[in-house]
């Protein structure tokens, strides 16, 4: 009886078909078609959000972007980034005519819509572009700073 079991382990296994769909979609498509079904205005570029005792530091990755094509408006406590991401055009570069045959890089217009904690202080904001890294950061309003307050002895 468990040499039965043995001889065909995963046989009736239920995500075989499964398999076979993504095999042929592959197939069929220059592209992960998951990755670029998930590689929505919402995920793209990726940023890491951070906050100190007096800023909200932002850093978003992207790489290869003309920074003419930025646009950044920071609105009450909503940050907007957009933009356009242009890619090379391999069936137009000379001399090397071809195509792709699988393309995991990321091009066309973006939108990036990120709500920030209402103590940030619009009128105080900077944006700095280095090395592929758009760093933005947003000072916290005066008021809700922490502050050290100094115990008397008596």
């Given at each position: 009886m468990i040499s039965n079991m043995l001889r065909f382990p995963l046989a009736n296994f239920p995500f075989h078909a499964f398999d076979a769909l993504e095999q042929g979609m592959?197939?069929?498509?220059?592209?992960?078609?998951?990755?670029?079904?998930?590689?929505t205005e919402a995920s793209y570029p990726p940023v890491n959000i951070g906050t100190t005792n007096n800023s909200v530091e932002l850093s978003f990755f992207i790489a290869g972007?003309?920074?003419?094509?930025?646009?950044?408006?920071?609105?009450k406590n909503v940050l907007s980034v957009s933009g356009e991401r242009k890619l090379p055009d391999v069936a137009n570069d000379e001399p090397n005519k071809g195509t792709y045959y699988r393309q995991e890089?990321?091009?066309?217009?973006?939108?990036?819509?990120?709500?920030?904690?209402?103590?940030?202080?619009?009128?105080?904001?900077?944006a700095n572009y280095q090395e592929g890294i758009l760093q933005i950061s947003i000072a916290k309003r005066a008021e809700t700073q922490p502050r050290q307050i100094s115990v008397a002895v008596q």
């Open positions: 592959n197939a069929n498509f220059p592209y992960d078609v998951a990755q670029r079904l998930s590689r972007l003309d920074t003419d094509s930025l646009d950044i408006v920071l609105e890089r990321f091009g066309g217009r973006f939108k990036r819509v990120i709500t920030l904690p209402e103590d940030v202080d619009t009128e105080h904001a900077e």
